[in-house]
């Protein structure tokens, strides 16, 4: 029979593993969760025109950019007359009034979120999805993101069958680094304006 020392040591053991399990998920969890906040609050301004709200943003351009081929990511219109659902993408870019001025001031308005490398990096000041000048913000010292996709949805409201709105189904999965097993997906919808 084993000693009472080494079954409270495997308790100890065991009680020990199961702590740095809980801990590590509940990390998981709020990182992304926080992420997913953080992209979702952005992606809900994109198109956003200050206190104008015809502004020379929502007038002269889609507030959606190009995609690393140099085509239209995603266009609001092109959604808006389609029955079917759009294509999904991991790198998004988008542009809203962040200094709440009613104009269109260029690159400083630019933001951008995409998934490579196995994180999450957040970009500013325009450019494409290829370039170089993307940060990483996602924790990549304890997790590994395996997925952060941006799906355009198109969808009429229940009063007015005429009355189309579009939205955006951000997808976010992750796993933890020392122990892939516990993984976790997050999902979020955001109607843009």
């Not at 509940?26 to 104008?52: K, P, V, W």
């Not at 959604?79 to 759009?86: F, V």
Request: one cysteine or more; charged letters at 20%; hydrophobic letters at 35%.
């Amino acid at each position: 029979f084993p000693s009472h020392d080494t079954c409270a040591s495997h308790l100890f053991s065991a009680i020990a593993r199961s702590r740095m399990t809980s801990i590590s998920r509940q990390h998981l969890h709020q990182e992304l969760e926080t992420l997913l906040n953080r992209i979702s609050r952005d992606l809900r301004r994109s198109g956003h025109a200050g206190h104008n709200a015809f502004g020379d943003l929502l007038q002269a351009h889609n507030p959606f950019f190009i995609d690393h081929y140099g085509q239209t990511l995603l266009s609001l219109h092109d959604i808006e007359n389609k029955d079917q659902d759009s294509n999904s993408y991991d790198c998004i870019l988008l542009a809203y009034d962040a200094n709440e001025n009613g104009l269109d001031d260029g690159n400083d308005e630019r933001f951008g979120y995409r998934f490579t490398e196995n994180t999450v990096k957040i970009r500013s000041g325009g450019g494409n999805c290829q370039q170089s000048g993307w940060i990483r913000i996602s924790d990549d010292q304890t997790l590994s993101i395996t997925r952060l996709s941006f799906r355009p949805l198109r969808y009429t409201t229940g009063l007015n069958d005429d009355w189309i709105r579009c939205s955006i189904l951000i997808e976010l999965e992750a796993a933890v680094l020392t122990h892939p097993e516990q993984s976790l997906q997050l999902a979020q919808w955001v109607t843009l304006p």
